[in-house]
């Protein structure tokens, strides 16, 4: 089984507090530490954005976890529903908030949660002045929000993410196989997660250990699709 240190990296752990480990790196570590600053945020709300498998969803399970929030579904966010889906939560994560969404519902939720001293955790692939949000309240709360970017991952992040991913399926890889991954594969903790699952469904029908050989198959099978 890899070890971490056998590959050359510079990334400190810290726990997801019930989901995987969390790699703080260089692309995360501002969202990180506002994060970290909860309950003392300067206002009601949040807004995490980045491009898809950038691990914003991951950065929630951190924060829920922390906060105790609700975890709402854009399409159950409705006016109605609000205090309901809230429950007795003082805090709640809404993922993809620009990807289509109920502004009235989204106002009505940001207001009762900072009425209450509540928190709201907002995450978007771009800042909320690119939303394009139509009603002008909501507009002005997430022009007022706090706003951070997160990256896309890099190689020593994606590696070291890899290298995780293989070790929580007790699979033993050369380095040299982690290092043809990286100059090949998609960059995102999404693409990870599917590549490794993918190359330990191949290694057990084929009965054989991951090598380079067998990366490249996987890739190609990959590609093809």
């Known amino acids: 089984?890899?070890?971490?240190?056998?590959?050359?990296?510079?990334?400190?752990?810290?726990?997801a507090m019930g989901a995987a480990d969390f790699l703080v790196a260089p692309c995360n570590r501002d969202a990180v530490a506002l994060l970290d600053r909860w309950p003392a945020w300067p206002g009601p709300a949040l807004v995490v954005h980045g491009p898809e498998g950038c691990?914003?969803?991951?950065?929630?399970h951190v924060w829920r976890a922390?906060?105790?929030?609700?975890?709402?579904?854009?399409?159950?966010?409705?006016?109605?529903?609000?205090?309901?889906?809230?429950?007795?939560?003082?805090?709640?994560?809404v993922e993809d908030a620009d990807a289509g969404i109920d502004e009235r519902a989204l106002l009505h939720l940001h207001n009762l949660l900072a009425e209450e001293g509540g928190h709201l955790l907002l995450t978007?692939?771009?800042?909320?002045?690119?939303w394009g949000v139509a009603l002008p309240d909501l507009a002005s709360?997430?022009?007022?929000?706090?706003?951070?970017?997160?990256?896309?991952?890099?190689?020593?992040?994606?590696?070291?993410?890899?290298?995780?991913?293989?070790a929580d399926?007790?699979?033993?890889?050369?380095?040299?196989?982690?290092?043809?991954?990286l100059a090949r594969m998609e960059r995102s903790?999404?693409?990870v997660r599917s590549l490794v699952a993918a190359l330990d469904t191949a290694a057990l029908a084929a009965k054989r250990k991951i090598t380079v050989p067998l990366a490249r198959d996987v890739l190609r099978r990959i590609e093809d699709h």
């Not at 089984?1 to 752990?13: G, K, N, R, T, V």
């Not at 033993?172 to 982690?178: D, G, K, L, N, R």
């Open 1 to 15: 089984m890899i070890e971490p240190a056998q590959i050359p990296l510079d990334l400190p752990h810290r726990p």
């Open 55 to 60: 691990g914003k969803t991951h950065l929630t």
């Open 66 to 93: 922390l906060s105790g929030a609700a975890a709402i579904a854009r399409p159950a966010l409705t006016p109605d529903a609000v205090p309901d889906l809230l429950g007795s939560a003082r805090a709640a994560v």
């Open 124 to 130: 978007g692939r771009t800042a909320p002045a690119e």
């Open 141 to 166: 709360r997430l022009g007022a929000a706090m706003s951070v970017a997160v990256g896309a991952p890099d190689d020593a992040l994606i590696g070291a993410v890899l290298v995780k991913h293989f």
């Open 169 to 181: 399926r007790q699979l033993s890889v050369e380095p040299a196989v982690v290092t043809f991954l």
């Open 189 to 191: 903790f999404a693409a």
